[in-house]
C-alpha cells in the first residue's frame, strides 16, 4: 500500500466544517521598504492538511512565524474559532492550540524522550506532601502513551535524542508538540533535513495525526510529499496568495504554473 | 503497507568471543562514563604498589578527609559546566570568602566584647554565604544578563575577587578565630566521622536531589544541553542562569568556610589550586564542556581521583611544580577525551539511526 492510499481519501469538502479553525484576513508584513506580505487571506479548518508552497521569498515563513506569534504583523487580523485573537508571543499561539515545530526541532539533544517531551512542564509532587520531586516514572509512562496513541515506534526512551535518527527526532518534537491541547500544528519544511525514508514515515506520522482531528499547516517544496499528503494547497508569490487548490481537482503541473506564473 | 517501525535493532553482541564483549562493555563505560573509572582503578592500583603506605587506614582516612573541600568546590565548578559555562573564579571566591568570614568574626567579637562565640560564628557565616551569593550575582548577571562570555566574566572575578580579598586582609593573615568555629566546621567529629565529611555527604546528597529530583536541576541540565530550545519551551531562562551561578558560588562558599575553619585563620591566599583541581575533577568526572552533561556522582569520584593524585604525589616526594604539570596534562587529557567521547557517541547515532 502507498502512502497517497493511507492518507485521506474521504471528500475534502463533506469533511470541511463551515467554521475554520483559524482564519487569516488580510495580513500585511513590511520589513522596512519591503512588503514581503501585501494583504494574505487564508482559513485553515479542522482536520484537514494545507500545504503552502511558492518560490524563494515568496513570504511563507513570514506568514507561518506570524501565525504561530514568533513575528508581529502590520495588517489584518487573525480569527480562532471566529473570534479574534491577539498572537503576538508563541504563548498566545499556545493557548489557542497552535503549536509550531521549530527547524531546529526545539530539542535538547543530551535529554531522553520523556525528559524532552515534558520539557518546560515537568510534572512534580510531594513527598510527605512537603519536599518537592520529579515524578519521572509518570513522565516515562504518559510519554509512552502518548508515543503509543500516535502510533510512534522509537527503539529506546532512555536514551537521549543525539543517539536518535533525523525521523524518530522529528518524532518526538512532533509529539513534543502533541502534549498540550493543540488543534493545529504548523511546519515549516520539516522534512528538508531529512533522507527519502525518513521524509516519508514523518509524511505517514502526519496523515496519522490528520486522522486524529490535528490540523497542518505544512510549507514544503517537495511537490510529491504535498501531493501525497495536502488535502488543499495553498501557493504565495510576491507576498500574495495565488489561489487556494484542493489537492483532488490539480495536478503537479498547475500547481508548477501557479508558482511560477503566479497565476491560477 | 508501510513500515511504521522506525528502529528496531538486535543485540548482535550475542555470541562475540569473551574478549570482543570484554571490549564492548569497556566501550559502553566509557561512553556513559568517559575516562573516570579507568584512571581510578589505574590510579589506585598504581599507588597502591609503588607506595604500599598508600593503602594504610591513616592515609585512606586523612585522605577522605582532605578530599571534602575539593568535592564540595567541585560541585559548584560542576553546575557553571553543566550551563554550558565555567567558573574561573572558584579559587578567588574561596580567597574573598575565607577573608570576609574570619573578619566578621572577629570583628563582631570586637564590636560585641561579651557576645558568646556563638554569635561572632553566625555573623561569619552569613558574611561568607552573603559573599559568595554576591560573587554569583555578579557572575550570572554578567553572563546571563550582559551576555559577556562566562570565560571572560569569571576571570575578571577572578581578579576583582583577589583584589579585593587582599584590600580587605590588607595582605595579611586574619587571626582570632574562636576555638568553637574550628571545632564546628573542622575539627569535631560524631561517630567518629570527622564533620568535613558529614557537610561534603550533606552537599553531595542536596547537590543530587537538586540536579535530579527537581524542576531547577532539570533546568540547569536543558540551559546547558540547548538553551534556545528550553527558551522556545516557555522557560525564563535568564532567571535560571542567574540563579546556577549563584548556588555555584553560595556552594563554594560553603567549601571556603570548612577551609578558612581548618587553617583557623582568613586567608586571600586560600584556594589557589582549586580552579584547576575543581575543573579536572569535573571533566574527569564527564562533566562535558559543551554543557547539559555530567552526573555529580561521577564529579565526587573525579574529586577523589585528584585527591588520590596531588596526596600520592605527595607520598612520592614528587615536587609541587612537577604534580602542576602532573595536573595540567590530565586535564588536557580529560578535554581531549571528552571531545573523542563526544563524537563517538555521534557515530554510534549514526550507526544505530
Ligand atoms: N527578518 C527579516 N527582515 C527583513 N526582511 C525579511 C525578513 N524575513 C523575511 N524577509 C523578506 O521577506 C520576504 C519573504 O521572505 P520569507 O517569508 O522568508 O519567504 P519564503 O519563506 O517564502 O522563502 C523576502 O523578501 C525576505 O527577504
Ligand atoms: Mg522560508
Redesign the interface.
Known amino acids: ?3 497517497a492510499q ?1 492518507a485521506p481519501t474521504t471528500n475534502v469538502t463533506a469533511k470541511l466544517p463551515h467554521q475554520p479553525l483559524l482564519s487569516a484576513r488580510g495580513i500585511e508584513k513590511n520589513y522596512g521598504g519591503n512588503r514581503a506580505l501585501k494583504g494574505v487571506s487564508l482559513d485553515i479548518f479542522p482536520n484537514e492538511v494545507v500545504a503552502l508552497v511558492g518560490d524563494n521569498g515568496a513570504g511563507k515563513s513570514t506568514f507561518v512565524k506570524i501565525l504561530s506569534g514568533a513575528e508581529t504583523h502590520d495588517g489584518g487580523s487573525i480569527l480562532v474559532d471566529g473570534q479574534k485573537v491577539q498572537m503576538s508571543t ?2 498566545d499561539a ?1 493557548e489557542n492550540g497552535i503549536a509550531t515545530l ?1 527547524q ?8 531522553n524522550v520523556p ?1 524532552n517531551v515534558f ?4 510534572l ?1 509532587g510531594r513527598l510527605g506532601g512537603a519536599i ?3 515524578r519521572h516514572t509518570e513522565m516515562r509512562r504518559r510519554t509512552a502513551d502518548l508515543l503509543k496513541e500516535l ?5 529506546d526512551l532512555a536514551r ?1 535524542v ?7 527526532r522529528q ?1 518526538v518534537a512532533i509529539s513534543r508538540l502533541l502534549l498540550g491541547d493543540v488543534r493545529l500544528i504548523i511546519m515549516d519544511e520539516p522534512m528538508a533535513a531529512l533522507g527519502v525514508d525518513e521524509g ?2 514523518v509524511l ?1 506520522l502526519i496523515a496519522r495525526l490528520s486522522r486524529k482531528h490535528i490540523s497542518f499547516f505544512i510549507i514544503s517544496h517537495n511537490m510529491e510529499h504535498v501531493m501525497t499528503i495536502a488535502d488543499r494547497i495553498a501557493v504565495f508569490k510576491n507576498g500574495n496568495l495565488v489561489g487556494v487548490v484542493r489537492r483532488e481537482d490539480t495536478t503537479r503541473e498547475e500547481i508548477t504554473s501557479m508558482i511560477v506564473h503566479g497565476r491560477t | ?2 513500515n ?6 538486535a543485540d548482535p553482541s550475542a555470541n562475540r568471543p569473551i574478549w570482543a564483549r570484554t571490549m564492548r562493555v569497556l566501550h559502553d563505560v566509557f561512553l556513559a562514563n568517559g575516562i573516570l573509572p579507568f584512571v581510578l582503578v589505574a590510579a589506585i592500583i598504581f599507588m597502591g604498589i609503588a607506595e604500599p603506605r598508600f593503602l594504610s587506614y591513616d592515609n585512606l582516612f586523612n585522605l577522605g578527609r582532605h578530599s571534602t573541600y575539593l568535592i564540595i568546590i567541585s560541585v559548584g565548578q560542576m553546575l557553571a559546566l553543566l550551563v554550558r559555562g565555567i567558573d574561573m573564579s572558584v579559587g578567588s571566591t574561596v580567597a574573598l570568602v575565607s577573608v570576609t568570614t574570619a573578619l566578621a568574626i572577629t570583628g563582631t567579637a570586637q564590636a560585641i566584647p561579651d557576645a558568646p562565640p556563638g554569635l561572632a560564628i553566625v555573623a561569619g557565616v552569613a558574611a561568607g554565604m552573603l559573599t559568595g551569593a554576591v560573587v554569583g550575582l555578579i557572575n550570572g548577571i554578567g553572563i546571563a544578563v550582559l551576555s559577556v562570555s562566562p570565560f571572560i566574566m569569571t576571570v575578571g572575578m577572578m581578579s576583582i575577587a583577589t583584589g579585593v580579598a587582599l584590600t580587605l586582609s590588607g595582605g595579611m593573615p586574619v587571626y582570632g578565630m574562636p576555638r568553637e568555629f574550628g571545632q564546628i566546621f573542622s575539627n569535631a567529629s560524631l561517630h567518629g566521622l570527622p564533620v568535613p565529611v558529614l557537610y561534603c555527604i550533606a552537599v553531595l546528597i542536596l547537590g543530587y536531589y537538586m540536579l ?4 531547577l ?2 533546568r540547569i ?2 540551559l546547558g ?2 538553551l ?3 527558551r ?4 525564563n531562562t535568564t532567571f535560571f542562569m542567574v540563579l546556577t551561578y549563584v548556588l555555584c558560588s553560595v556552594i563554594v562558599a560553603f567549601g571556603a568556610i570548612l577551609l578558612t575553619a581548618r587553617v583557623n585563620t582568613g586567608e586571600a591566599t586560600l584556594g589557589t589550586t582549586l580552579l584547576m583541581e575543581s575543573i579536572t575533577a569535573c571533566v574527569i568526572g564527564g562533566v ?1 564542556f559543551f554543557g ?2 555530567g552526573r555529580i556522582s561521577n564529579v565526587f569520584l573525579g574529586a577523589i581521583f585528584v585527591t588520590i593524585l596531588t596526596n600520592g604525589m605527595n607520598l612520592l616526594r614528587i615536587e609541587s611544580y612537577v604534580q602542576q604539570i602532573v595536573l595540567g596534562v590530565f586535564l588536557i587529557a580529560a578535554v581531549v577525551v571528552d571531545q573523542i567521547r563526544v563524537r563517538m ?2 557515530q ?2 549514526i550507526e ?2
Not at chain 2, 511504521?4 to 535493532?9: L, Q, R
Not at chain 2, 522556545?232 to 522557560?235: C, E, F, P, S
Request: aromatic share 6%.
Open positions: 500500500m502507498t502512502l493511507i508563541p504563548n499556545h521549530y531546529d526541532l526545539g530539542l535538547v539533544d543530551c535529554f525528559q520539557l518546560g512542564r515537568e512534580t518537592p520531586f520529579l502510533d510512534i515506534r522509537l527503539p537521549p543525539s543517539t536518535m535518527s533525523g525521523g524518530q518524532a516519508q514515515k505517514d | 503497507m508501510v511504521t517501525e522506525i528502529n528496531s535493532h535530579n529530583w527537581t524542576v536541576g532539570r541540565y536543558s544541553g540547548n534556545n530550545a528550553t522556545l519551551a516557555g522557560v562535558s547539559g552533561i557517541l555521534r554510534e547515532r544505530t539511526g
